[in-house]
Nanobody, 125 residues
Framework: QVQLVESGGGLVQAGGSLRLSCVAS????????MGWFRQAPGKEREFVAA????????VNAEAVKGRFAISRDNAKNTVHLQMNSLKPEDTAVYYC??????????????????WGQGTQVTVSS
């Protein structure tokens, strides 16, 4: 089992920045792919960014390319999501996810076995 706890959400004006963090516990963090997803009211949960445990390479959704960056610190069992140039449409609950099911791509919900409780990000215009 893996437990994930997110932090860093909040209210920010458009154009501002936030840094989300997710701390993992329970098993070897460094062998897990890590991802961030978000869900806005009335919408499905969508992929934001992910980082592979094997190479450290990252993948970002088109909507956040050039603005968001995912990183990980295996020594601290932590993954971060740096969010810059935030827009009102980025408003959502952001979820941290961990897993490695090779039957799915990094951007797929099915890739991940473990989920955090979510942290609210609100961007005002």
């Amino acid at each position: 089992q893996v437990q994930l706890v997110e932090s860093g959400g909040g209210l920010v004006q458009a154009g501002g920045s936030l840094r989300l963090s997710c701390v993992a516990s329970g098993r070897t963090f460094s062998t897990l792919d890590m991802g961030w997803f978000r869900q806005a009211p009335g919408k499905e949960r969508e992929f934001v960014a992910a980082i592979r445990w094997t190479s450290g390479s990252t993948v970002n959704a088109e909507a956040v390319k050039g603005r968001f960056a995912i990183s990980r610190d295996n020594a601290k069992n932590t993954v971060h999501l740096q969010m810059n140039s935030l827009k009102p449409e980025d408003t959502a609950v952001y979820y941290c996810a961990a897993g490695g099911s090779r039957a799915y791509t990094l951007g797929s919900l099915g890739r991940y076995d473990y989920w955090g409780q979510g942290t609210q990000v609100t961007v005002s215009s």
